[in-house]
């Protein structure tokens, strides 16, 4: 008599036995000792701001993990996302501008994350400062990334957070999507991504504004209802679209972080007259929304990306604190009104439930205990059972698998060893054999170990195979199947 795997589904005189057999089993296999096995949700959020002044008490009681400031701030109880600034002059002068960043980088291994440029799709003072060049940027980037990985191998590269444009139908100098001043976001992602720049980057940055949309309206939806609006991309789910590019670039295993997103609140009113000197509301007024509306689309907007993100890793909200910094004492600063302390949306931020990704690579394994029931007479079978995988954190870990010999229940590990990027998960498949084992329990256990990042461990769990008499008709009722 030949080993009857019981995942096949092969002709057999007590077919309908064996079926319910196969059902038990993997049944018992997702249950151990009564306790219901659960898919673990793998931590993938970081909580952080832009702050104009670090209050890292402040973030620390509101339960947020990281800050974004412009500058190595010294080292924090948070997480650090400095944004180091480059644009078209930055490559003119690249040996200057990698001195700058090595003495940035000097002592600086506290810092977590390095974003290289803030919307380099915008010709702006903040952007490019140049007719944006997706193919140039790459350059830089590329410059950058090897001396910060050279400096600190463990730090994360962000690529510069792209500015939502909307959809631009021109085309200057054969680059689609561009009018001589800025260039739409996914044409810009599309050219730096087939001129190399995914080899050249940890993290997407890009900056998911909700405008005047509510947190969950879909993107290129048009809406007559301000709040449903999206016809541009102009809402929070726009990233969406941005992820696909990476999907069908090839770079779909790598993450989105949101460096900068938020809602505008009212300011006074003489702050909307639009005068010579001062025309910043002038292209912001279609997008107020109330302080309340601005908590709940903040608090929102997390909840969203935990739930059905799980590519999106760290989001900054801008902004913490621009609305009480002496930096910007005008009260018609806009970016004052994107500003949360003191409003609703601190409590909002404060109370919202946190599911925060590990920063170092953290191996899990679930279940920690693989319990398997068959009746004696079963035999000889083969029974397939699974543990997931997932890596906890945001850096990459190597893993190995192996199987105590010495004990009476020895199972075959298919792939023992792998690798698990930044969030990801797997499922290990382990094959238990029984072909003439008497009524009894039979024991074994598997040990992992992490190469890289931590585990906790190395961690072993147990296998128990429980061979028995008539176990089909008396624990089958117990998991809500008829007898035969």
Known sequence: MTDHDISTDERHPHKHRQRAVAILLLALSLVALGATRVQATVPHLGYGFNVANIDWQR?????????????????LPLHILVRF???????SHLGAFLADLDNALNGTDYVDAWEIGNEVN??????????????????LLCAAYTHIKQAHPNAIVVSAGLAPTGRVSSKWNDHPGHNGKYQDEREYLREF???????????????????????????????????RNCVN????????????????????????????????????????????????????????VSEEKQAWNLAGAFQYADAHWPWMGAMFVFNLNFNVSPTYPDECEQMRYYSVQGRPAEQALTELPKNIADVPARLK?????????????????TQTVSVDLSNWGWQPLQYTVTVNSGLALVPNVISPTGA????????LQIRLASTERSIGVYTGALTFNASSGTLGVPTTIPIELRVMQDVYPVYLPAIGLDSP
Request: hydrophobic share 35%; net charge negative.
């Open 59 to 75: 973030e620390q009681n509101m339960g947020f993990n990281w800050i974004k400031v412009f500058g190595p701030p010294g080292d």
């Open 85 to 91: 600034d480059a644009n078209a002059q930055s490559l």
């Open 122 to 139: 915008l010709d702006a003072s903040y952007g490019w400062n140049a007719p944006p060049d997706a193919a140039a940027y790459k350059t």
């Open 193 to 227: 991504l087939e001129a190399g720049g995914g080899n050249c980057l940890d993290v997407v940055g890009y900056h998911p504004y909700g405008f005047s949309a509510d947190y969950n309206a879909a993107p290129d939806m048009y809406s007559t209802d301000p709040t």
């Open 233 to 288: 991309g102009f809402c929070f789910r726009g990233v969406e679209k941005i992820y696909a590019i990476m999907q069908a670039k090839g770079l779909g295993n790598k993450k989105v972080w949101a460096t900068e997103f938020g809602w505008i609140t009212n300011p006074p009113d003489y702050c909307k007259t639009t005068l010579p000197w001062r025309d910043e509301w002038s292209g912001r007024l279609w997008q107020i």
């Open 365 to 381: 394994v679930n279940p920690k205990l693989l319990d398997v029931l068959l009746d004696v007479d079963w035999q000889p079978v």
């Open 420 to 427: 698990l990027g930044p969030t990801a998960q797997r499922q």
